[in-house]
């Protein structure tokens, strides 16, 4: 390994967790949030599950404006949509260029430093829990990471260019939140749905240099987000034939609590975030038309931020995405008071 350099050794989570502790209320707010996320899941509840926010959490102001925001409505809607912010700490690159994501580099304009990376955004999950009482959603980018933040997360995401990696789906299988898979760049569902089975079985393997055994994770499902044809272009996969294929390949399946969430944004929309209101709409009423859709949906994920679009990282304008673009926070408001209507 002579062209890797160990610069330093990192805190284990239990060090990082102890200069960062939960209160006692921001504990009981994470059950509380658990049981109701679960429920949906499950299909116990027949609420919507919204996770929402921005692209990437560049700053911690910004989000934790936007999130205080969203739990004024949380109240609005607690009736028939169970909210989790979307706080994504890290940022896949497809060309592995580019803004990383706060584990990489906490001040978006400053270099690469992990262990202060770690440190805000542990610091970022842990405000919006003890502030707001939202225990949030973040990607598994690194699986080895998620222990940093793992007494603060209410459900994870295995992304696209992930989904078909060993090591994500053996720690999802450990997991006791949701998770969701989604599908693979290619947009082949049978990938995701070996990743679910994989995700919902008991496995042993090695993680964090320990030799650990999963009793496998009833609660991984689906997430569509759209994929990239042979030929690069972004194509969909959110459709009325869309939705009726995957509630048959579910349906031929043996694999348990069968949920569905669409993301609304990436290739779905072709990365206009002005496109996610009227996805959503379209989804809904496709469950509408059919039982099978119907019983599988259970919400959306959207992106969202206090301004529509998105910036370059030098440009400096306060709540407006850095990554991909995101519906303004007046349009999502608006959209989630629409969404829960028509739920």
């Not at 805000?120 to 949030?136: D, K, Q, Y």
């Not at 119907?294 to 400096?316: A, R, T, V």
Request: charged fraction near 25%; include cysteine; aromatic fraction near 6%.
């Amino acid at each position: 390994m002579k062209n890797m350099i160990f610069k330093r050794r990192l805190p284990i989570p239990k060090e990082i967790k102890e200069m960062f502790p939960v209160s006692a209320e921001g504990a009981r707010a994470k059950q509380e949030n658990d049981a109701q996320i679960r429920s949906v899941i499950t299909g116990s509840s027949d609420k919507m599950l919204l996770v929402v926010g921005p692209c990437s959490a560049d700053r911690e102001d910004a989000v934790i404006d936007y999130i205080t925001r969203l739990s004024r409505v949380r109240e609005r809607v607690a009736d028939r949509i169970m909210i989790v912010p979307r706080i994504f700490t890290n940022k896949p690159r497809t060309a592995g260029t580019g803004y990383k994501g706060m584990l990489h580099q906490p001040d978006p304009q400053g270099g690469s430093d992990v262990l202060q990376g770690l440190i805000a955004l542990r610091r970022l999950h842990m405000r919006v829990l003890n502030e707001t009482g939202f225990s949030c959603a973040d990607e598994m980018l690194y699986p080895e990471e998620h222990r940093f933040v793992s007494d603060l997360l209410s459900y994870v995401t295995i992304g696209a260019r992930s989904v078909e990696n060993q090591q994500h789906r053996l720690t999802a299988s450990g997991l006791d939140i949701p998770v969701g898979m989604k599908n693979p760049t290619s947009g082949d569902l049978s990938v995701m749905l070996h990743a679910i089975g994989a995700a919902q079985s008991p496995h042993t393997f090695i993680y964090r240099n320990w030799e650990v055994e999963s009793k496998g994770n009833p609660l991984a499902h689906a997430v569509l987000r759209g994929y990239k044809d042979s030929e690069g272009h972004m194509q969909p996969n959110y459709s009325y034939d869309n939705l009726c294929k995957l509630a048959e390949l579910y349906s031929e399946s043996s694999l348990c609590n069968q949920a569905l969430i669409v993301d609304t944004n990436h290739c779905n929309s072709g990365k206009d975030c002005f496109k996610q209101a009227d996805i959503a709409k379209e989804v809904i009423a496709s469950a509408k038309r059919n039982p099978d859709i119907k019983s599988l949906l259970k919400g959306f994920m959207i992106e969202s931020y206090l301004e529509d679009g998105c910036q370059q990282p030098g440009e400096g304008v306060y709540g407006k995405s850095i990554t991909d673009p995101c519906l303004g926070w007046e349009k999502t408001e608006r959209l989630i008071m629409e969404l829960a209507d028509l739920w």
